[in-house]
Structures are given as C-alpha cells and as structure tokens.
C-alpha cells in the first residue's frame, strides 16, 4: 500500500508547476538574499503574494490587508511550524521601515490564522516564526524605543517573537540558535 501524503507533500503537489512554489532553498526576494539550506525536510517555501493572486479564498481572507513576502513550512519534530518572513531591501534602513515589516509579519499571523481554519490541509495548531530580514541591518534602529515597544507588543498579541536576519544568512538556524 503507497505511503500516504504528508500535509506539506500536498501543499507542494497542490503549487507544483506554479509561481506560488519557490523550489530552491536560496533564492532572491524583492532583490533580497533568502537563505533556507538548513530547514528540515518536508518543507515547502511559497511566494505569498503568488499566493494570493492564484487562491481566491486566500485572496479573500487577506482583503487588502499587508502581508509578508515569503512563508516557509516544515515540520521538525513531528511539529507543524510555519515562517513567516518580510524580507526588506533599503539604502535607508529606517524605524518606519521596521515598523512597517513588523506590522505586515502582525497581520500575516492573523491572515493564517484564518487561511488555516478554511483550509483542510493545514494542521489545526502550528508553531510560528516572524523574521524580518533585511539587506543593510541598523542595529541603532532596531534598538529604538519605538521599534522595540512594537516588537514587544508583536509578542503579546501573538505569543511569537520578531527575528531579525541579516539577508542571505540562514533562515532556519538563526532561529533555531536564537529561540532559548
């Protein structure tokens, strides 16, 4: 008897042959490096804003609202976990700038909360990750007051913390080195 689908083999048969699947694990994101060499197999990588434009209840479900750029899934552990990433590209790597990511990463976590109860494949409870991800990092910008009081306020709504990964770097084990 054939081995069943896993949940994430399915997603990846589902956008097979599309743009929402990204197939490499190193790839460029709105001319930002994305780096996930180290994310544990099965994973699937997906390119939200193809997403979107091909899922009419996705499309629904975010309704105008911002979104991340990239969401990668994988299960580590027999643990579902889903990573949501927002991926920044600026000369001028400002507070609002990082503002902005945060809030995007915000309203990703609602959006799947969402996406998740409409969609049968997904895993009823699922671990997250928000990573923003920039090219140039300003240490003094992610050290503001202001920057730091909505990433404060990111892991009170939604139990989950913002990590911040220097692009190209990889994804998976700047968080697995960064979660204690």
Not at 44 to 53: G, P
Not at 63 to 76: G, H, K, R
Not at 85 to 109: G, P
Not at 134 to 159: C, I, M
Request: proline share 6%.
């Amino acid at each position: 008897m054939p081995k069943q689908m896993g949940w994430i083999e399915q997603i990846a048969d589902r956008f097979r042959n599309s743009s929402v699947l990204i197939s490499s694990k190193s790839f460029v994101q709105d001319r930002c490096p994305i780096e996930f060499a180290s994310i544990p197999d099965p994973s699937v990588v997906l390119d939200a804003d193809a997403l979107v434009n091909r899922v009419e209840e996705v499309e629904n479900t975010v309704d105008q609202n911002p979104y991340c750029d990239v969401i990668a899934l994988c299960e580590p552990d027999e643990h579902p976990t889903t990573i949501f990433v927002e991926a920044k590209t600026d000369r001028t790597h400002t507070n609002a700038r990082v503002r902005e990511a945060i809030s995007q990463l915000s309203w990703s976590f609602e959006h799947f909360a969402g996406i998740s109860a409409i969609c049968p494949t997904l895993p009823i409870s699922c671990r997250r990750f928000a990573v923003v991800t920039f090219t140039r990092v300003n240490d003094n910008v992610l050290r503001s007051p202001t920057v730091k009081e909505r990433a404060r306020a990111f892991r009170r709504q939604h139990g989950s913390r913002i990590f911040y990964v220097r692009a190209g770097q990889d994804i998976w084990q700047a968080i697995q080195s960064n979660s204690t």
